[in-house]
């Protein structure tokens, strides 16, 4: 459905690699390495290209929500991290942000 994003999903190969693509601007903006960098769940919302909100284990207890942007395969743009959440837990519910 155009415009709702779907319901939580378990994270698969595609979505880690959505989430590796976006791992180097997230240590960017937080000025810092890291080392562990698991997704483990996310939800998608198809738009003019497709937003992935993904839950990401980043360290023992630690979390992020990130949100990347693919923009239409004719823009030829990389994927973007659009916004991120920091200090998530696990049982933290993926929402729209």
Request: glycine share 4%; net charge negative; aromatic share 10%.
């Amino acid at each position: 459905m155009c415009g709702a994003p779907s319901a939580t999903q378990p994270a698969t190969a595609e979505t880690q690699a959505i989430a590796d693509k976006v791992k180097s601007q997230l240590e960017e903006k937080e000025n810092k390495k890291l080392t562990v960098f698991k997704a483990l769940e996310f939800k998608s919302q198809l738009v003019a290209g497709k937003n992935y909100f993904i839950k990401v284990h980043v360290d023992e207890d630690d979390f992020v929500h990130i949100r990347g942007f693919e923009s239409l395969p004719h823009e030829n743009n990389p994927v973007a991290l659009t916004s991120y959440q920091i200090n998530k837990g696990r049982h933290d519910e993926l929402t729209y942000f």
